[in-house]
């Protein structure tokens, strides 16, 4: 688990005291990855106080974040500096908070990153690492997984010494994210929610937090009572506990459909669950109908015909990526998953798409 966290609009000023208390020296520097969409907003940028070696790296986020990138940032910094770093700071959506996640885990243990994919491979603590969202809804910021796509998969560095040491929950920070990328990272937290309620790993613990991201969701994209405000705080905390629910079970159908979409097209993943989950009634009736609401109330329009042209080596693909996430189908459909997911049942879903 994350061991500190701070809450509040304004808590980002916190940040330098915070910082402070965990200089190793001048030559260990803070290195800052913040989401480029901060470049030149001074709003933000501003207050990031740089001494000596630190540093402020602007990420792009066009794309999720790869393993090849990891490596290169660490190298860069491996370079750069006589000493490691005294702490990395991500300051974005998901995309930054993985990218930090995985940098500050490359920089302690030895070789390539995608040698890390998978469960419990990482031998050695992070170095101090901290995460600041700027987007609410893939619980990132709480979760012990990066998720990276490497030369063979999509998976997570999943492990004890991913999560922050320290996370900054300033919702005041989401304030200009625009409305599609609002509901799409939105939606990332209330698919969590129904793969985690419905799924065959839950317990008492996922359930209590599952249930809670649940209804603040459905408050947040069905109500209309909450202030602009309101609601910016209500889908941060939405978004922290149903991260909180799947660290301690397991994601679905969805996300290990969304994933084939992602390695093989590049679409990320936040769209890639709402393209996905439109058409998974068959698994999630009631969570799929309540989406579909939600999209109507927000007359969101999610991609279609995305798969239109692919041919059959190409769905090929996306199925084998889909199908290599075990953990995902025994959780969605039970430990006899196997008998009931069959190639040609995703084939037709992803022609769907
Ligand atoms: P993102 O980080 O890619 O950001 C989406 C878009 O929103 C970007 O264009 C970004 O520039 C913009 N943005 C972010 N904050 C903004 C702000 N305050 N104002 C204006 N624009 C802003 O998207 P995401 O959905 O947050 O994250 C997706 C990534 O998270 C994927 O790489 C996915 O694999 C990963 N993820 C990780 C976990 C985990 O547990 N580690 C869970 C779910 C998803
Ligand atoms: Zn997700």
Known sequence: MVSRVVFGRGSFNQL????????????????????DVFKGNHWLTSRI????????????TKEEPSTGQIDQLVE???LEYSELPSGIIGIGGGTVLDIAKAVSLMLTNKGESKDYQGWDLI????????????????????????ILTGPVRKLGINS?????DQVILDPELTKDVPKDQWFYTGMDCFVHCVESLTGTYLNAFSESYGEKAFELCKEIFLGDSLSVEEAQDKLMMASWHGGMSIAYSQVGVAHAMSYGLGYLLGVKHGIGNCIVFDHLE??????VAIF????????????SGICADLDQSQFDIMIDVALSLEPLWENAIGKNWKTIITRQKLLELYKKM
């Open 16 to 35: 330098d005291d915070i910082l402070s208390l965990k200089r190793k020296g001048r030559n260990a520097p803070f290195i800052f990855y913040v989401d």
């Open 49 to 60: 106080t740089l001494s000596y070696k630190d540093k402020i790296i602007y990420v792009p």
């Open 76 to 78: 860069d910094i491996i």
């Open 123 to 146: 031998k050695h603590a992070a170095i101090y690492h901290v995460g600041i969202p700027t987007i609410s809804g893939t619980g990132a910021e709480v979760s012990r997984t990066t």
């Open 160 to 164: 004890d010494y991913t999560p922050f």
């Open 282 to 287: 068959a698994f999630y009736p009631e969570g």
């Open 292 to 303: 579909k609401e939600m999209k109507a109330k927000h007359n969101i329009e999610i991609p």
